[in-house]
């Protein structure tokens, strides 16, 4: 009997979980059989309001303002489309992939160059080749550098919607009263002033132990992360960087990390006039509005090494592949990245105009901050082909281990990483 | 022949009614554990990303081998094993005593009980965000050590100090569940094996080492196993103080957070539900040779 | 007793007290401290203010939150106690065939950790639409073997008589359960209801990876996902953290009589 019993509990659990893995195809075929459909019934009545949602991050209520302003304007050119902004908070990534994978993901999504690759490669998103000839948007008004992050095996998934490049924020008030008149220039410069400016508890320079900041340092010394398909963080350039970049914190003793400064970022520390200078992008600006409004601050290029360099960062719209209202869709994502969407962005100065012919619009707003768009001359895009985040991870914990004292020199520290990569 | 034919249409009624008893439980568990669990056994022989299915395909022991050689993953079992080494006697260890104590007779035995218990009634991201307050750079704890001449840390943030920082996270959260239990235990005690030692002049030392510690051995074994499992499978804490990274340096990475990351980050889930498999033997093996130390000791 | 012995008890009671209560006073202090205050260790009882609770009230969605919690925790803990104690008055007290064997896989499931099956069943979740929806978060953890084992326990160890005479009476197995038995098991039921709604409100992992728009978060997910960026503002963010603790301490404070007699009549041990 009880032989019995179990074979047919195993029999019903096999049932099930051929049950489970039929279901799978039964519903793929069933959602597909809706695209066909609603594709369809969509090209007979276009005038039928749709509703889209909008898929993004907010790192600051000016950027939300951004997307709503756009988002009135579009209602007005368009007021057959609805669209209902979803803000994923927490880990961007790992949610937006979650809701893909449950095909709850919004129509149209931000994306970071970054990770782009991944889930361009993956086919979850929509090419957009033929809605760009079929609207005939001038896609070659987008900077190069910014269009390529989201193209991939000769297709375009997404249309850049503003970028920022790294640019060294100083505390005006700190350097006069060091007497320093002027941001530093060379590496040598900054290790000098920041020298002179780390007194009294305060440091002279914040350093986020990341990638996305000293790899601009090791593109100026000649290094490079990833070229060709292939990762090269233990080149002798890339290490000489780190050993100069860690030994602010671990050798000088002029720089330190916000952690260590008890911030979160190096905005917090800047803010918190716990550093004299910091390394990021136009992000900082409506950050330290909110914070530290009356901060005495300016905007300089990165002080450069053999040659110049500097990081860009850049944010596309793409469409989900199983959106169901693509034209609609479309429309948007061209509106947003267009000159119309894209003049609140030069108006709000947050961000730079993914648009070459919007540039000038800023430069003449904007004054003090062209320190970001002179930057866009000389910028490397952040990514590194499928391993994306995989890289600046590795990296990370590279230069946390010198900053940490936990590895002996730059050059053994990089060459584990790239041992840990495969490469 | 009646009789006998009513008596088994008594089992047989009986026997209906035990499975329709049982059949929510059977019902989730096929769905949810047992069917999941072959699923995930078939999976990690496979490279599945849930993103992209179709590119599904089967690689063997790929997966398993790939295990050996990844550095995080044997930095998160170390991490874990070290953890639990530490945690499980301590908080043990800690439990019986305040167990002990509040199973003497002193005044406000209920308000100590309460006190003891409510960390485990707590929420583990509560407690989490109240530790990392606590023990920030310029929070209280180092501000107290600076009075008494110690330097403190960013305890969260060094690579020496954030797992065992966790650990007194845990064992602080987590002693309540274990003193009640143990509680539960002395109380079964019958008194007079107690008065009859101490007519025989055993003093309290004695009566404790000779009658409470043999007869709490059900309630040890017990509390050993469920802390062990519970350790093993240390999440929350370590995502909350790291924001998922499992950092500073991968030190507070445990084996569970690494699946996570892997699973549903990376959406490597192949891979993922082979780490989650070592770890399944793991507990099993734990829990087997704890069963066998503590069978072996009882005779 | 001697004294000295005495005197290391209450040393001990009430440096332990002050261990686990500590934080907590700590942190409602600070909850209820202006922005200004926080990084200061000293307490102005003037300024002291309930503008953080009403600030992460009116500005964040904590209320649904605490809502979502509150449902999902009620309709988990209710099923657990309803089905685990079908299943384990069943393995007590009910024969019938294949008993043994079910009764060794509920042994045998208490050991599985539930990450091994985190990737399926999201799978599987994710099939039947149930991602971020109360389905998902409350369908697959209705049962519960550590719960069926501990009312098994209890179960054995009631005396059988009345289920007896109820029998003979022609009462259904059913009938028996819920009109008998049932009532009976007050202090098991209490000790269950403790562990599952306790375990369920504080659930993290699993809400966190089903959970992904802001309007379905429980408490937990949505606290962490406030401390992320509001990490400096700590008097708001500990009047998340107290909000999310005071219900079960409340809870606990309510039933902890018949909690711990539970604990001592299920055999827990």
Known sequence: MGKKFLSIFVVTILLIAALLSGCSTKQNTASSNNNNKTNSVQKQDASKPVTLKLGMWSSSPAETKIVNDQLAAFKKKYPNINVQIETIVGDYMQKLQTEIAANVAPDVFYLDSMPAPQLMSSGVLEPLDDYIKKYNVDVNDFEPSLLSAFQWEGKTYGLPKDYNTLALFYNKDMFNAAGISEPPKTWEELKADAQKLTKNGVKGLVLSSDLARFEAFMLQNGGSIYKDGKVTLNLPENAQVLDFYTGLITKDKVADTPQNLGGGWNGDVFAAKKAAMAIEGGWMIPFLKDKAPNLNYGIAELPEGKQKATLAFTVAYVMNKNSKHKDEAFKLLEFLTGKEGQQFVVDSGLALPSRKSMEEGFRAKYPDRVAFIDGAAYSYPWQFGLLGTKVSDAANKASDSLIMKQAKNAQEALDNAQKQLGQ | MRAHSISKKRYINEAISGYAFMLPFVISISAFIIGPLIYAFIISFKDFSYLNPSSSHWVGFKNYIGLLNDQTFKRALLNTTIYSLFVVPIQLFIALVLALVVDSDIKGKTFFRVAYYIPTVTSTVAVSVIFLYLFKADGLVNTILSKIGIHGQAWFNNVNFALPSIMIMAIWSSVGNYMVIFLAGLQDIPAELYEAAEVDGANKFQRFVKITLPLLRHVVFFNLVVSLIGTFQIFDQAYVVSGGSGGPLDATMTVVLDIYKTGFKDFNMGYASAMAFVLFLIILLLTLLQRLLFREEMY | ?269
């Open chain 3, 1 to 269: 007793m001697s004294k000295i012995f005495r005197f290391f008890l209450y040393s001990v009671a009430i440096v332990y007290a002050a261990i686990t209560l500590g934080p907590f006073i700590w942190s409602i202090i600070t909850s209820l401290k202006p922005t200004s205050e926080i990084d200061s260790l000293s307490v102005n009882l003037k300024n002291l203010t309930f503008g953080n609770y009403n600030m992460i009230i009116s500005q964040f969605p904590f209320l649904r939150w605490f809502f979502n919690s509150l449902v999902v925790a009620i309709a988990v803990t209710f099923g657990n106690l309803l089905f685990n104690s079908m299943a384990g008055y069943a393995l007590a007290r009910i024969n019938f065939a294949g008993r043994n064997f079910l009764f060794i896989i509920v042994l045998a499931l208490m050991m599985v950790p539930g990450q091994v099956v985190m990737v399926p069943t999201y799978i599987l979740l994710s099939k039947l639409g149930w991602v971020n929806t109360y389905w998902g978060l409350t369908i697959p953890f209705l049962t519960s073997s550590f719960g069926i084992f501990l009312m098994r326990q209890f179960f054995l160890s009631i005396p059988k008589e009345m289920e007896e005479a109820a029998t003979i009476d022609g009462l259904s197995k059913f009938r028996i359960f819920l009109q008998i038995v049932l009532p009976l098991s007050k202090p098991a039921l209490t000790t269950q209801f403790i562990f599952m709604f306790t375990g369920n409100w504080n659930s993290f992992l699993w809400p966190s990876l089903l959970t992904s728009s802001d309007n379905m978060y429980t408490l937990p997910v949505g606290l962490n996902s406030f401390y992320g960026q509001y990490y400096q503002f700590w008097n708001q963010v500990m009047a998340g953290a107290i909000l999310l603790t005071l219900p079960m301490i409340l809870i606990f404070l309510i039933f902890q009589k018949q909690f711990v007699k539970g604990i001592s009549t299920t055999g827990l041990k």
